[in-house]
């Protein structure tokens, strides 16, 4: 009889009180979210030690367990929702996203076909209708809410390989049987998931074509024709270009346009990787920066990289309907179901079956804030880069070293006495001040990280070692932006003081 106190579930009522408990832990922690450090300095063996514990054979009160959580865990987490992050591409999780996520756990249904979860696959299709709009895509084109845009682009990559259905990949494979060299296009500056997808594809790196940028950092399409033409007369098979609106190091957008003409030209598939610069359409003062989109065969947008929409969710779309079913759909009889007309079954768009009710958040933020607001909240971001970008471009001894229509700036610190040497050095002179510059600027962003005042992250673009400041939580206030860039002079010339430089002749 015992036993049975081992049962069953906490009940609703202590679900209740044991929520209420954690609702008002995590309105403190919202309530003091800028006085708490936006990063963790412990070793991953302090880490380790500090968490580590036998499984517990036991119950352990939950009170226990949220005393741990918040002595132990939260404190060692790099904070992706604070106010001063700028780190990556740096979303918040706004809070009805927040809610929204606590009631699809609550759920817990599984949006796998849709009798499995009727309401959670007709909000998926409806949010993905409203996305589709927001971008200025198509929107009665095919799409799927999958967790990222690296498993996004995979999707589309297969999608752009079977409609080369002369191969027959899907049935055949790609191995015993004659399939030339497929090869895919993008840029240098394009994000590593295009070469993970050509791995999994089984297309090889080899095959991925990184073309060089111009000096915006953006594809130039005469070299894409020059590297389509080359590879046709080498018998190999174009497959795709992958095209960026909003590159990962320096937000920088490829002339979409341009390149969709040469995709139509050559008959290739155009995907558009547009995870972070999608919903900058929704802004007029930069919407033309986003403008095409519609262009792309598939494109992939990110609500976790912009929309103030909690990790995980990415919107996939590909103009062209059935093209994803014709590559995913696969069905056991345990999944037979009777379709209806308008019935969606989300499995069929990709390699994932059990599936979450993504799309409840997006719905919940896209409700609570509506298109304007959501514009209004992105376009004061963009208020705030300009601000920030104008500061740097204006000071003496920093360089705005690339600026992307969206809210992504690049900065070094360069003081003008290194200026005014570079100015008369000889090339070999240069290199070792183009290296000092680098671990600089490397030592800067770890003293900002270190400082609890600011998080950034770095790029390395041509060579340049750069300070990503990218701006994009919803909590970011015109205050936190100007203690972060009175940090960055505090700090450049400090650091420039500790590292010795090297001489006109030394
Ligand atoms: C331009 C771009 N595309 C794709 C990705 C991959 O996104 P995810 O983390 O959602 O897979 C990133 C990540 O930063 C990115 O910057």
């Not at 040469?262 to 359409?281: M, N, T, V």
């Not at 006495?417 to 671990?439: C, D, G």
């Amino acid at each position: 009889m015992n036993q049975q106190a081992d049962l069953g579930d906490w009940s609703p009522w202590e679900f209740e009180r044991n929520g209420q408990k954690l609702m008002k832990l995590i309105r403190g922690h919202f309530e003091q979210i800028r006085n708490i450090p936006i990063t963790t300095h412990i070793s991953p063996q302090e880490l380790m030690n500090l968490l580590d514990k036998p499984l517990p054979e036991k119950p352990v009160p939950f009170e226990v367990t949220l005393n741990e959580t918040w002595n132990k865990v939260i404190p060692h987490l790099t904070h992706w929702n604070h106010p001063s992050f700028h780190a990556y591409f740096s979303n918040s999780a706004s809070f009805p996203g927040i809610l929204a996520d606590l009631l699809i756990s609550a759920l817990n249904v599984n949006a796998m076909v849709w009798k499995s979860a009727p309401a959670a696959s007709a909000l998926e299709t409806i949010v993905l209708r409203w996305l589709a709009e927001m971008i200025g895509y198509n929107h009665e084109a095919d799409g799927v809410l999958v967790n990222g845009a690296s498993l996004a682009t995979f999707y589309a990559l297969v999608a752009a390989r079977d409609s080369l259905s002369d191969l027959n990949v899907r049935t055949k494979g790609l191995t015993g049987h004659f399939v030339p060299r497929l090869r895919l296009y993008t840029s240098d500056q394009a994000h590593s998931s295009v070469d993970k997808a050509a791995i999994s594809l089984g297309i090889g790196t080899d095959n991925v074509v990184r073309l060089p940028t111009d000096e915006s950092y953006r594809l130039i399409p005469t070299k894409l024709e020059e590297a389509i033409c080359l590879d046709l007369e080498n018998g190999y098979r174009p497959m795709a270009v992958v095209a960026t609106v909003g590159t990962t190091a320096t937000g920088a957008v490829d002339p979409i346009s341009s390149i969709s003409e040469i995709c139509k030209k050559y008959g290739i598939w155009l995907h558009i990787d547009a995870a972070y610069g999608g919903f900058w359409y929704l802004v007029p003062e930069v919407k033309e920066n986003a403008e095409d989109l519609q262009l792309g065969d598939s494109i992939v947008v990110n609500p976790h990289k912009c929309l103030y929409t909690p990790l995980e969710v990415t919107a996939l779309f590909c103009r062209q309907k059935g093209v994803l079913a014709n590559s995913f759909r696969l069905i056991p009889e345990y999944l037979n179901t009777q379709k209806e007309d308008g019935s969606v079954d989300y499995m069929d768009y990709t390699l994932q079956l059990g599936r979450s009710f993504r799309s409840l958040k997006i719905w919940w933020v896209i409700q609570s804030f509506g298109r304007e607001g959501l514009a209004n909240r992105l376009g004061e971001s963009i208020r705030l880069t300009r601000w920030l970008t104008k500061e740097i471009s204006a000071h003496p001894n920093f360089v705005c070293a690339a600026s992307s229509p969206f809210a992504l700036v690049c900065l070094r610190y360069v003081p003008q006495t290194i200026r005014t040497i570079w100015q008369k050095a000889a090339p070999e002179k240069q290199r070792v001040l183009s290296e000092y510059l680098n671990r600089l600027n490397d030592e800067l962003l770890r003293q900002l990280n270190q400082s609890g005042t600011a998080y950034a992250s770095h790029a390395v673009i041509r060579g340049r070692y750069v300070i990503r400041i990218s701006i994009g939580n919803i909590h970011t206030t015109f205050e936190d932006i100007k203690s972060l860039w009175n940090k960055l002079q505090e700090l450049g010339p400090r650091v420039g003081v500790s590292m010795s430089s090297p001489t006109i002749d030394g």
